[in-house]
Structures are given as structure tokens and as C-alpha cells.
């Protein structure tokens, strides 16, 4: 991890309120993994002083860049997906610690709700010699992106939809209760809402099947030093805190207590 400046290579908006972003870095590009993410500076006139964690969601070893995909949710989200190409952008990373799958696990899951999507598309792209099947969920048809990306990285892709417009009309964890049932896995790797996240816990306990999750926070300094983002995680006597931008953003699922 280190600080550095990234020159935008293209910016476009896919859906509504979602963008990709494309950043020529030989660094980030060559040492991300998958469930990072960029910790990205505001423009100094915006006069927003925290940066931004946005996940890493593909690398190109060839060209020395790396996708990221944004969706606007406020003022900071919205300035960086204004940047055009030629900017250069003030960024730390890649940030955190990754999804960790050992070499005898063949079988995986990728489970992902709304923009929760992007991190696992590089778990895709990384562990693509396996049996990859990706699950992802969107609100609505209008939201839905990358599905094409996934294919090229998994057996199998499976979309729901919650207003049923695409794909499965309903949830994506009923979906992964549906796959469960009918084959055999060896671990499931998660990212999204916490309320989604909480559901493929219990899934994947019930099913006695490893998971490891990617959880979605608001950081202050991204560096471990603030506690802003801190997470409750289980101990021997009960819990601890732990920093989702230092300590994370991937945990065991069995560790994560996801507060009602």
C-alpha cells in the first residue's frame, strides 16, 4: 500500500447513478487482490476533507490499470464521478486485507448485492482457473451491471432482480439457499448491504460451508488510525472491535456480529 497519483484512462456511466472508471497504475494494478480497495482524495476545492474507499473491482496486467465502479450516493461520490480522463487522481492503496482462498478449494460462490457486486468481479477475474459460480442481486433492471464480465470468469451466473424485471424475481440469498441444495461447494465469498450479508452468514452456518465477506463501511482515515469504521467481531469471551479499513474490509463470516 502507498500513496499515489493515478491518471483517469476513461469514465463512463453505465446505469443510473453507477459509473466505471478506469486509472492506469503499474502498482495497483500488479499488487491489488481481490476484496481491496482504492482510498481516493477529493478534489482539494470540494472542500470534503475524508477520501473515499471505493473497491477494486478488475486489473488489466497488460495496459497497468484497474477498474473501479462508483455509485453516486452524495456529494463526494458524485465529484468523483466527475473526474474525466486525463485527470489525475491522489489515491492510497490498494487498502486492506483480501479475499484468502486456499489452493485445495475449487468450488466457489460469489454472492453480491447492488454496487457490493464490483469487489467480486477481481475474485472472479483472480480465482477464474476454479469453479466459479456468481450470484448478484440488484434492485431493478435498471441497475444491473457487469453480468457480461462475470461470465468470462464463472461456469455459471445467476441474477435476481427485486422487482423481478431481470432474472430471479426476489432475493439473491434465496437463490444461493436454491444452489446450495442442488451441488456441492467449498466456500461462498460475499459482498454487500449488511442485511444481505447477515443472511448468507446464516446460510452458509446452516450448510456448514465456509464464507468469508467483504463489508461496506464509511472510513475516516483508512489507515487504521481513527476507529471510524470499527466492527464488531467475536471472541473467545465475547466481542471485540475491529477496523473494517485496516483489519478488513474481508472477515470470516462466523466472526462478523451483524447488530439487529
Partial sequence: MKAIKCKVISNEQIEKNIYKMVFRSDYISTEARPGQFAHIKLCQHSGL???????????????????????????????????VKG????????????????????????????IGIAPLLLAAQHFK???ITSLL????????FSVYEFEKFSKQVLISTDDASVGYGGKITDVLIDILRSGKYDCVLGCGPYPMLKTVKDICQQNDILCQVSLEQNMGCGIGACMGCA?????????????VCKDGPVFYADEVIFDE
Avoid at 442481486?137 to 444491473?144: M, P
Avoid at 466492527?231 to 477496523?243: E, L, N, P, S, V
Wanted: charged content about 25%; hydrophobic content about 30%; some cysteine.
Fill in 87 to 114: 485527470d489525475y487522481m491522489d489515491m492510497i492503496g490498494p487498502c486492506g486485507s483480501y479475499f484468502n482462498v486456499s489452493e485445495d478449494i475449487k468450488d466457489i460462490i460469489l454472492i453480491g448485492g447492488g
Fill in 231 to 243: 466492527c464488531k467481531i467475536k471472541t473467545d469471551g465475547g466481542y471485540t472491535y475491529k477496523r
Fill in 129 to 131: 482457473d476454479r469453479n
Fill in 49 to 83: 476533507l475524508l477520501r473515499r474507499p471505493i473497491s477494486i473491482a478488475s486489473v488489466d496486467l497488460n495496459r497497468q490499470s484497474f477498474t473501479i465502479y462508483i455509485q453516486i450516493k452524495g456529494q463526494g461520490t458524485e465529484i468523483l464521478c466527475s473526474s
Fill in 137 to 144: 442481486g440488484y434492485r431493478d433492471g435498471g441497475q444491473v
